[in-house]
């Protein structure tokens, strides 16, 4: 018997906890038949953290979550600590854990479920079939650059200064994991930049430009400038197979792509490091949605993202293709059955709530099992 593969569950804040008791449940369900076992831990992060602990990641969590197999996050971030200094606030617990467990390549699928297209705010014909993977740099760029601050001036004015820079090494690893991604999909790749107005963009041009013509001579590859890209996602998101972008960018078309699916409620993502000798990568993965303090705690939110994220760790950490594809069909039954949380709801369709979605996707689950 190989070793039970450990994972560490950091639910956070706001509506965090409650998608990821829906996962909980699905984790459950691969136990008692015998699927798969996971040794899980459960700890604190983000406000949570914060509140216990007066930080918003325990040294003791960060350990944990290097020497998991995977983590799987809900959100973090709320009202409550908005006024917080800002290295205490939530969402620093959550750029350390990628910058500390080197998470450099974040892969944002926005994908539309055919059940869905009534609900997105674009037209069906502009996004029937759409699969779209963002990649993301999630250890760089403005996020982290130095230097970094506010500073009050001579004259009683301030100066905020935030960095954009990136290396050759940073830019050339997360492009290689688009390539390879490309590879084993449409083979085109759109990289994402504003080398117009900044030299970091251009470096990140040329580098990437590069880097295709030595090792990926088979990928149709496009430079596309940022604001041009969010114009061309609404306009005619289908040109898209791969999108690579900086962190920032990544951030903001994330959104952007989200909402083509119909709610940032159906957006997963999976956050890599490189591997190691054995093969093993660190990884986190967690929903694109934030924490949505406004309805968290109502048992209203949309569990999807979080266990479309834990269907991504299945195949990205344990190379589960088969038990992830089980996870994605059963959340393509359930909402082809009509199941809707309140972000999805169209006319014709009955709002059900949070669990009730999980005890969609659990009877789905048996079904196909
Ligand atoms: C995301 C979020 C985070 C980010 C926040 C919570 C720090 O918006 O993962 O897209 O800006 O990266
Ligand atoms: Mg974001």
Request: glycine share 8%; proline share 5%; with cysteine.
């Amino acid at each position: 018997m190989p070793a039970n593969k450990k994972l560490l569950i950091l639910p956070g804040d706001g509506i965090g906890p409650e998608v990821m008791h829906q996962v909980e449940r699905v984790i459950e369900w691969f136990d008692k038949r015998r699927i798969a076992t996971f040794d899980v831990t459960e700890d604190l992060v983000g406000g949570a953290a914060y509140d216990a602990h007066g930080t918003p990641l325990h040294n003791d969590t960060m350990r944990r979550a290097l020497e998991a197999d995977a983590v799987l996050f809900g959100a973090v971030g709320g009202p409550k600590w908005e006024s917080l200094p800002f290295g205490l606030r939530p969402e620093r617990g959550l750029l350390r854990l990628r910058k500390e467990m080197d998470l450099f390549a974040n892969l944002r699928p926005a994908m539309v479920f055919d059940a869905l297209i009534g609900a997105s705010t674009l037209r069906p014909e502009v996004i029937r079939g759409l699969d779209i993977m963002i990649v993301r740099e999630l250890t760089g760029g403005v996020y982290f650059g130095e230097p970094r601050g506010i500073e009050t001036l001579p004259d009683g004015t301030r100066r905020g200064v935030n960095t954009q820079v990136y290396t050759t090494p940073e830019i050339v690893r997360v492009a290689r994991v688009a390539f390879e991604l490309a590879r084993k999909r449409h083979g085109k790749v759109h990289s994402v930049e504003k080398a117009n107005v900044m030299e970091s963009g251009e470096l990140w041009r040329e580098e990437v430009q590069k880097l295709r013509d030595a090792e990926y001579p088979d990928i149709e590859l496009h430079h596309m400038y940022a604001d041009n890209c969010a114009m061309q996602l609404v306009r005619n998101p289908k040109q898209f197979d791969v999108i690579v972008t900086d962190n920032l960018f990544g951030d903001l078309l994330s959104d952007c792509a989200a909402m083509l699916t119909g709610s940032l409620g159906m957006l997963p993502s999976a956050s890599l490091g490189a591997a190691d000798s054995s093969g093993r990568r660190r990884a986190l993965y967690e929903p694109v949605h934030g924490s949505a303090p406004d309805i968290a705690g109502q048992n209203k939110a949309n569990p999807l993202a979080c266990l479309l994220s834990f269907a991504m760790m299945l195949r990205y950490s344990f190379d589960m293709g088969q038990e992830a594809s089980l996870v994605e069909n059963a959340v393509k039954r359930a909402l082809d059955a009509g199941v809707r949380t309140a972000d999805l709801v169209q006319g014709g369709t009955k709002t059900v709530s949070c669990s009730e979605m999980g005890d969609a996707i659990l009877k789905e689950l048996d079904r196909l099992a």
